[in-house]
């Protein structure tokens, strides 16, 4: 059974920068796609960043392109998002998961961490 965990989540300035990792733990070779979503407080989850676990193939939101980067470590089985320039609307409660397809649709992961809190003050 496919475990993840966020870690690294906080309280920061606007324009300040943040890494999360994900570190996932039997994993198969039918997780194809990892991906990083986030949920704000009254609004849906909102895909942010998806990596594929063997190629590195990446996509990013349009919001956040060109800030966050998503990277992994293979030999730690782990994900990292760096977050730069960070803005007061990219506040929320940060997620990953993976499934078996590389995709940007949440309904389409099977496995889900549970998310790490990332607050920015203006």
């Known amino acids: 059974q496919v475990q993840l965990v966020e870690s690294g989540g906080g309280l920061v300035q606007a324009g300040d920068s943040l890494r999360l990792s994900c570190s996932a733990s039997?994993?198969?070779?039918?997780?194809?796609?990892m991906g990083w979503f986030r949920q704000a407080p009254g609004k849906e989850r909102q895909f942010v960043a998806r990596m594929s676990w063997s190629g590195g193939s990446t996509a990013y939101a349009d919001s956040v392109k060109g800030r966050f980067t998503v990277s992994r470590d293979n030999a730690k089985n782990t994900v990292y998002l760096q977050m730069n320039s960070l803005k007061p609307e990219d506040s929320a409660v940060y997620y990953c998961?993976?499934?078996?397809?590389?995709?940007?649709?949440?309904?389409?992961?099977?496995?889900w961490g549970q998310g790490t809190q990332v607050t920015v003050s203006s």
């Open positions: 039997g994993l198969t070779f039918s997780n194809v796609g």
């Open positions: 998961a993976v499934g078996k397809y590389l995709t940007s649709r949440a309904d389409l992961y099977d496995s």
